[in-house]
């Protein structure tokens, strides 16, 4: 009886399995048919405007199927680029594609105004051959999306079209930073979870960290400044772009232009604790790592001892300023201290203080970065004449 039963149980199993793969390839079929009838009829239209919307809804019929019926031998053709009767999927995209971009033309040359013109850049970039123009070129509609249309959704499906992986890391950053200027951390968020790699995460969430601390939710802040130390912690020793050290030197440096100085010091302190490990595959490549690193600490050193100056402990921030090694941060941070002595009408020690920033700066061989430093020097001596 017992054998009987089983028998009958595996049977009814048997035939619910093919009951349910032919009802999921009847629903394929009704949905392949609508789509070749869309597809067939719209050829006999004339109007542009209602030959794209029949090809547009066929073809999200077809990715439907592929969506909807994975398993069914029609969407396993479509999706491997084969053609059923007079239906590629591609082809059918492409026909889209081009439609679109006609009907686009015209309706932008008609009456022109900034989506619209956008639209055809996209439709241009994507002509472009050479993939290093054409990400660049995508990078600049990308900004033009998030900064003057604010339409931060458009901005990140256009970076992801680029191909080269730092460039798209870079775009999106550059989309995170317009999103946080507007006050919308959670689609901020949302793009840097996009972000593949964890220096260029890093670097996002570190911008979201300052537009928190900077609106004034220092809680929220030191959470996501938290959040940036773990991942720059993640990065490989040997990384051949950035070491960790350099990496959470730069968090440093954030941690102090939103003002969390006492944060920036004890990560400063990491970056240093890193900085001891950095081993290359080849001396040359550890001696290049180390002088970034170095570097890197120079520069955030620079910006603390800025923002110790500018929160009025004036005497730490000299004391940290004259032993910053790299003569420009050096001369900066020195410059930083000046300007707020003179603010408190310490004007000899303002004097002492842009003496040492002049001859740090006058020791730059790089006219770009000593040029600057002498103006701002300048600037600064006309507050304590």
Not at 62 to 75: E, G, M, V
Request: hydrophobic share 45%; charged share 25%.
């Amino acid at each position: 009886m017992k054998l009987i039963l089983t028998a009958l149980l595996i049977g009814l199993f048997f035939f619910a399995g093919l009951n349910a793969q032919a009802d999921e390839l009847a629903k394929a079929n009704r949905l392949f048919v609508a789509a070749a009838q869309l597809i067939k009829s719209s050829q006999d239209r004339k109007s542009d405007a209602k030959k794209l919307e029949q090809i547009e809804t066929a073809l999200e019929y077809l990715n439907q199927i592929i969506k909807r019926h994975p398993s069914s031998d029609l969407a396993v053709k479509l999706i491997s680029g084969q053609s059923v009767g007079f239906i590629n999927l591609e082809e059918v995209a492409e026909a889209a594609e081009k439609i679109r971009g006609k009907t686009t033309t015209a309706a932008c040359y008609g009456a022109p105004i900034t989506k619209c013109v956008l639209e055809l850049a996209l439709l241009d970039a994507k002509k472009i051959e050479w993939g290093f123009w054409r990400d660049l070129l995508l990078g600049e509609i990308s900004a033009t999306y998030a900064e003057v249309l604010g339409d931060f959704e458009k901005a990140s499906a256009v970076v992801q079209l680029v191909e080269h992986a730092a460039l798209r890391a870079s775009y999106l950053r550059n989309t995170v930073s317009y999103q946080t200027k507007s006050g919308d951390f959670k689609a901020a968020f949302y793009t840097t979870k996009t972000i593949k790699t964890l220096y260029s995460r890093s670097r996002a969430l570190s911008t979201i960290a300052e537009a928190q601390a900077k609106a004034g939710d220092t809680k929220a802040a030191q959470a996501t400044f938290t959040s940036v130390i773990k991942l720059a912690k993640e990065l490989s020793l040997n990384n051949p772009i950035k070491t960790r050290s350099t990496a959470l030197s730069e968090v440093a440096a954030a941690q102090a232009k939103a003002g969390f100085i006492k944060g920036s010091q004890l990560t400063l302190i990491l970056a240093r604790s890193e900085a001891k490990t950095i081993e290359g595959p080849t001396a040359y490549i550890s001696k290049t790592l180390a002088a970034k690193a170095k570097e890197e600490i120079d520069r955030a050193s620079g910006l603390i001892a800025a923002a110790k100056a500018k929160a009025g402990n004036i005497k730490e921030s000299f004391e940290l300023a004259k032993i910053i090694e790299n003569a420009e941060y050096r001369s900066s941070a020195l410059i930083s201290v000046a300007e707020v002595q003179a603010t408190a009408e310490k004007i000899e020690a303002a004097k002492a203080s842009l003496k040492l920033a002049l001859s740090a700066a006058i020791t730059i061989q790089d006219a770009e970065a000593r040029g600057p430093l002498l103006n701002r020097i300048a600037r600064a001596l006309a507050l304590v004449k």
